[in-house]
């Protein structure tokens, strides 16, 4: 099993997005990348914690490889638009692919010149590289939301 986690908005849309994917055994919403412990989704939505809204990711690389789960994160957002998502604005819904290691940050780097150079953007790809750091698991009722509530959506391209 391998994980990858990443940041591209309302964490709500993102795991619903990726929990559809062959090859992904489970997802969990949380937060990372900011200043303070164990933050509550009330502190991060402020964003004054520095943390991101990140969807962890844990698959099957013999059925779904990396590359192509960075390709579907591109295909789920705009990666373009800095601290924003939608209607969603702030730090908290910064796109960032957390990396565990060096290879998945080379790998990363390489997806975003491959999705520059691809030229569907008008704009550059303003997606942070990050190293991984602590995961915060969001409170259990963010977990699944949109499926709990009856809802597939949540601005998700």
């Known amino acids: 099993m391998a994980t990858a986690v990443f940041a591209a908005g309302c964490f709500w849309g993102v795991e619903a997005f990726f929990e559809r994917i062959n090859g992904v055994e489970a997802t969990r919403v949380g937060f990372m990348g ?70 998945q940050q080379h790998i990363a780097e390489e997806k975003i010149t491959e999705w520059n150079n691809k030229g569907i953007f008008k704009t550059p790809i303003v997606t942070q590289l990050t190293q991984a750091s602590d995961f915060y698991e969001a409170e259990e009722y963010h977990q699944k939301y949109l499926q709990k509530n009856g809802s597939v959506s949540c601005g998700i391209v």
Do not use: M, W
């Not at 991060?44 to 809204?53: D, L, R, S, Y």
């Open 34 to 103: 900011g200043d303070v412990e164990n933050p509550s989704y009330e502190q991060v939505k402020t964003g004054k914690t520095g943390h991101a809204e990140v969807t962890k990711i844990d698959y099957n690389s013999d059925i779904v490889s990396y590359q192509e789960l960075l390709d579907l994160f591109f295909e789920c957002h705009d990666p373009t638009t800095k601290n924003r998502q939608g209607e969603d604005v702030g730090s908290q819904y910064r796109s960032v692919i957390f990396f565990s290691d060096e290879t």
